[in-house]
């Protein structure tokens, strides 16, 4: 029996899916413009030598808590290559920009030194946010056909006024193929679901306010999942929007699937949320290539305390 045709985005959306929790995990992310056609596996697709391919690999396999990720703007761009290195951190999160005349300049990267915190030689401290949007269609379709359109609408408004200085890429996969349009605000690594045109320019536009819009939000690359749902509850429940308005302090296991996390507000109060992770009722088809239906994992709220 042939399955129907349809959009794995699509059925998120209508089964009420919650996104949040659901933000890929990584604390150094490395960005390489790659303008040449992407295939389903990035990397391993791609042109690139294997001697670069190996190095990219062990840069993932040696950088703790690491992503590599291809980004690219328009096919025509003939000035030097772009390749980003961005640290996810709670504090002080930050994006160094290199320009490379060539890929073989990947090789020079020093990954102990990535691995220690320290970064390559040669970089440009990138004062202005970077936004990626998923649109890797040879991965999954909903990326193309939601990821598409958003990116040409927020590198529209980058050409415009105060946004003239905003760094708007395309990139491969990075998770999620259901919640398309998937957006990504750098460097503090926030993750957004499902964005249409006009949430996307509330959320760039919160952002560069220094302010977290909650509708669509997947949570932050540096917090685990569970933590990650903590955020967006206890956010919920103190209508908290700045976006250095909690800082993480510490998780521990209640039970199976069950979590106590605290985190701590600017005015010294702490904020306990008691989650668990819950097989929800619907059952999707999470990708488009899925051969099955399958549930997925929703967060609840079980308690929530102040101090």
Known sequence: MSRPFFYCSDLSRASGERSFGTASVGEVWLLVEYREAWGAHALGDSALSVEIKRHLNKFCKTVPRSRLLFIKQERLRRDPLSCFVVRCRERAPSIEQFELSGYDELLKFDLAALAAGGSPDGGVRLDAPLYLVCTHGKRDKCCAKFGYALYKSLRAGAAEGSGGDRHVWQSSHIGGDRFAANLVCFPHGLFYAHVTED?????????????????????????????????????????????????????????????????????????????????????????????????????????????
């Open 199 to 307: 949430a996307g320019r509330r959320i760039v536009e919160e952002y560069e306010r220094r302010r977290l819009m909650l509708e669509g939000y997947r949570g932050r690359a540096c917090y685990s999942y569970p933590v990650q749902a903590a955020e967006f509850f206890i956010r919920t429940q103190t209508s908290l929007s700045a976006l250095d308005g909690l800082r993480y302090r510490r998780h521990e296991r209640t039970g199976d699937g069950s979590w106590r996390v605290t985190f701590a507000a600017a005015d010294g109060s702490l904020h306990e949320a008691h989650i668990a992770a819950r097989t929800s009722e619907f059952h999707n088809y999470i990708t488009c290539q899925s051969a099955e239906e399958r549930p997925v994992v929703q967060y609840v709220l079980e308690n929530y305390h102040a101090t």
